[in-house]
């Protein structure tokens, strides 16, 4: 296994430097996971494809036995080799129970943490990002985005002196509302952004309309927020057999069939699904390996979804 690592692989892990015995446990199936990656127009940094979302089921974490299943998942997440993990300050114990779990499993290194400002006013946006840094405990954030366009001018200037000082990497601007998409495509227009962050599902194709042509025109990366429409589009196939065909471009399972659809979009850089359990990372992210759809067959899936 270790034949096949690439001279950059060895010494992100240390090992072309010795320094291999003084690491922890280094995981060499995180190391030559072989994930799709797609690459963050603005750096060329690349981002395995499927990343994990907080919301909801890291939103209301008190007991040690409700954590449990959140450090398995994460656990699995790190070893699999994804990275993305997707929080807000807005998503209860979201951010605090990723920072805690992070912190406790020693995982920092290596996954991209993105948040949001979600607030009204300089300086609540100010705050509200200090204290996300707290909570995440990390004294850099990969990607902050203005949640929902709220108060995106005010807060993309922060974001920028916040990149330009080096305590966040990128910036960028999110939405999950088709009534905010033109507010968004202008901003879009408008604004020099790293990341998109927008809805978009084998069932909820809007996005993919304007807004995800105009990300690859812009050079903007695209994460992708409710991939599954929450439990919409596993309750439209509930029952039914998955495709013979699915097999054509690696797929076994109904998760791994809508999320292939998704990061097969040439703009999509990632997706995000809401993960609580160490099976859910195991199943999604084997949308990040094999063959994806190509545009004919991405039709005969939308055809399919369509007629369901
Ligand atoms: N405007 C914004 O910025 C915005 C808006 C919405 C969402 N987001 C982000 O996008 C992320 C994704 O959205 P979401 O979590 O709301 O919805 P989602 O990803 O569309 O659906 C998540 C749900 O799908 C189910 N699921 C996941 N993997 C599965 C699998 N392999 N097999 C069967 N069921 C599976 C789980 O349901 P159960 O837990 O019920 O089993 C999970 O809670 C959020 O977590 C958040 O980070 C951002």
Request: positive net charge; hydrophobic residues 40%; contains cysteine.
């Given at each position: 296994m270790l034949m096949r690592l690439t001279r950059r692989e060895l010494l992100k892990a240390g090992m072309a430097t010795g320094a291999s015995l003084l690491?922890?446990?280094?995981?060499l199936r995180a190391q030559s996971s072989g994930l799709i990656q797609k690459k963050i127009p603005s750096s060329g940094e690349s981002l395995p494809a499927i990343g994990l979302g907080t919301a909801r089921r890291w939103e209301s974490i008190t007991t040690d036995a409700e954590r449990a299943p959140l450090r398995d998942t994460l656990r699995e997440f790190k070893a699999v080799g994804a990275t993305v993990i997707d929080s807000s300050?807005?998503?209860?114990?979201a951010e605090a129970i990723v920072g805690e779990l992070v912190s406790e499993l020693k995982v920092r290194d290596g996954l991209f943490l993105a948040t949001k400002v979600s607030i009204s006013g300089k300086e609540a946006g100010v705050k509200q990002i200090e204290a996300s840094f707290k909570r995440l405990r990390t004294p850099k954030i990969d990607l902050i985005a203005v949640h929902n366009l709220r108060d995106t001018h005010t807060h993309l200037a922060t974001l920028r002196d916040l990149r330009r000082v080096g305590r966040i990497r990128y910036i960028g601007i999110t939405t999950s509302f088709p009534n905010q998409y033109a507010d968004f495509e202008r901003t879009m227009k408008a604004e020099k952004l790293d990341f998109i962050q927008v809805d978009y599902a084998l069932d909820n194709r809007t996005a993919g309309e304007r807004i995800l042509p105009l990300a690859a025109e812009r050079s903007m990366a695209v994460m992708i927020n409710l991939p599954f429409g929450r439990g919409r589009l596993f309750n439209a196939v509930q029952g039914k057999q998955l495709p013979e065909w699915a097999a054509e471009f690696d797929c076994k399972t109904w998760a791994q069939f809508f999320l292939k659809y998704i990061v097969s979009h040439p703009a999509v850089t990632c997706a995000v699904p809401g993960m609580a359990k160490a099976e859910y990372v195991r199943d999604n992210i084997g949308a990040a390996h094999g063959r994806l759809p190509d545009a004919a067959m991405r039709r005969r899936m939308e055809n399919f979804i369509d007629g369901v």
């Amino acid at each position: 296994m270790l034949m096949r690592l690439t001279r950059r692989e060895l010494l992100k892990a240390g090992m072309a430097t010795g320094a291999s015995l003084l690491l922890p446990a280094i995981d060499l199936r995180a190391q030559s996971s072989g994930l799709i990656q797609k690459k963050i127009p603005s750096s060329g940094e690349s981002l395995p494809a499927i990343g994990l979302g907080t919301a909801r089921r890291w939103e209301s974490i008190t007991t040690d036995a409700e954590r449990a299943p959140l450090r398995d998942t994460l656990r699995e997440f790190k070893a699999v080799g994804a990275t993305v993990i997707d929080s807000s300050p807005t998503y209860g114990t979201a951010e605090a129970i990723v920072g805690e779990l992070v912190s406790e499993l020693k995982v920092r290194d290596g996954l991209f943490l993105a948040t949001k400002v979600s607030i009204s006013g300089k300086e609540a946006g100010v705050k509200q990002i200090e204290a996300s840094f707290k909570r995440l405990r990390t004294p850099k954030i990969d990607l902050i985005a203005v949640h929902n366009l709220r108060d995106t001018h005010t807060h993309l200037a922060t974001l920028r002196d916040l990149r330009r000082v080096g305590r966040i990497r990128y910036i960028g601007i999110t939405t999950s509302f088709p009534n905010q998409y033109a507010d968004f495509e202008r901003t879009m227009k408008a604004e020099k952004l790293d990341f998109i962050q927008v809805d978009y599902a084998l069932d909820n194709r809007t996005a993919g309309e304007r807004i995800l042509p105009l990300a690859a025109e812009r050079s903007m990366a695209v994460m992708i927020n409710l991939p599954f429409g929450r439990g919409r589009l596993f309750n439209a196939v509930q029952g039914k057999q998955l495709p013979e065909w699915a097999a054509e471009f690696d797929c076994k399972t109904w998760a791994q069939f809508f999320l292939k659809y998704i990061v097969s979009h040439p703009a999509v850089t990632c997706a995000v699904p809401g993960m609580a359990k160490a099976e859910y990372v195991r199943d999604n992210i084997g949308a990040a390996h094999g063959r994806l759809p190509d545009a004919a067959m991405r039709r005969r899936m939308e055809n399919f979804i369509d007629g369901v």
